[in-house]
């Protein structure tokens, strides 16, 4: 699986994507990341890639023909029926683990990165020829840019993927997990009080465990 990033700041994705999991499984070629640049794609020699809104307003737009070309050469070689772009709005759906699994099916990802007040609405309606199209907004914040919702769906779907994380079972969802979790030592001692662990975990009763993870 190929995650395609349309973006300004590679420096502010490649770190994290580097790390941890996410980066051994780029080691291990369990997935790759390629980068698109829209600057490198204007017609102006300063790589200007944003102007002021129609009908005024505060901020700036990405203008619409950069993200169109760096999305078309992200493109290149790819196959239509296996790939999809993602386009990030705090409108759209909100992103779940069922739409990772969806997207865990795809070969080739295009996550469109937006900056400033957004992009150019026509890029998306151009984009729609070159390969399906998918909102999605992670959270109800509003953030700076599109690379932290791009960075949430490229770690969710990464995991997903077969021998990432080494067992399937190791996807909490697909199993039954709590929100608390507990580990060694048993008992924990702070300012004279007792921090226990629940007993019912140390039984090795897994109906009961199991019981116990469901109402939490």
Not at 30 to 42: A, C, W
Not at 131 to 154: D, N, Q, R
Not at 157 to 168: F, Q
Request: net charge positive.
């Amino acid at each position: 699986m190929t995650f395609h990033f349309i973006t300004l700041f590679k420096e502010a994705c490649d770190a994290y994507l580097s790390a941890s999991i996410i980066g051994r499984a780029r080691k291990g070629k369990k997935i790759e990341v390629k980068y698109q640049n829209p600057r490198d794609f204007t017609e102006n020699k300063w790589g200007k890639v944003d102007e002021r809104p129609y009908g005024g307003g505060p901020g700036m737009v990405m203008t619409a023909q950069p993200v169109i070309r760096a999305v078309s050469r992200a493109c290149r070689g790819t196959v239509r029926r296996n790939k999809i772009i993602i386009w990030f709005s705090p409108s759209a759906k909100q992103f779940t683990n069922k739409d990772a699994d969806i997207l865990a099916t795809y070969q080739d990802i295009i996550l469109i990165c937006g900056r400033y007040e957004g992009i150019d609405e026509r890029a998306k309606k151009i984009l729609k020829t070159l390969a399906p199209v998918k909102e999605f907004a992670i959270g109800e914040a509003i953030y700076t840019g599109g690379e932290i919702p791009a960075l949430a769906i490229v770690d969710a779907v990464t995991r997903r993927l077969p021998g990432v994380l080494g067992k399937d079972a190791s996807v909490e969802e697909r199993r039954i997990a709590s929100h608390m979790v507990y580990t060694r030592p048993e008992t924990i001692v702070y300012k004279g009080k007792k921090y226990r662990v629940p007993k019912v975990l140390q039984t090795g009763h897994h109906a009961n465990i199991d019981k116990w993870r469901s109402c939490k």
